[in-house]
């Protein structure tokens, strides 16, 4: 059975950092495209990252560019994303979600297996 467990949420201060991960257990992260998405109260879920298993490229949303990195640990099963320079904007539900086919997507009609999410509060 595919599961993920995500953790590292919580509350943080504007410019500071948090690093988020999400842990697999029933399969193996290798051949997956990987993507951290964020949904705020009312609004969209949204793609904030994705790592590729076929190229190895990785996508970020704009607004988080050169602030947020993703990176995995296909030994270890688990892919993380690291923020820095913390935002109130940031503040949302974070998912992690998989993809079989490794591309990546933007939209989350294109992942299979999701996370249970993980709240990241950025707030003085």
């Known amino acids: 059975q595919v599961h993920f467990v995500e953790s590292g949420g919580g509350l943080v201060q504007p410019g500071g950092s948090q690093r988020l991960s999400c842990a697999s257990s029933?399969?193996?992260?290798?051949?997956?495209?990987i993507a951290w998405f964020r949904q705020a109260p009312g609004k969209e879920r949204v793609e904030v990252s994705c790592s590729s298993s076929v190229d190895g490229s990785a996508y970020y949303l704009d607004s988080v560019k050169g602030r947020f990195t993703i990176s995995r640990d296909n030994a270890k099963n688990t892919v993380y994303l690291q923020m820095n320079s913390l935002k109130p904007e940031d503040t949302a539900v974070y998912y992690c979600?998989?993809?079989?086919?490794?591309?990546?997507?933007?939209?989350?009609?294109?992942?299979?297996?999701w996370g249970q999410g993980t709240q990241v509060t950025v707030s003085s």
């Open positions: 029933g399969f193996s992260l290798d051949h997956y495209a």
């Open positions: 979600a998989a993809d079989h086919r490794g591309l990546g997507s933007r939209l989350p009609r294109g992942y299979d297996y």
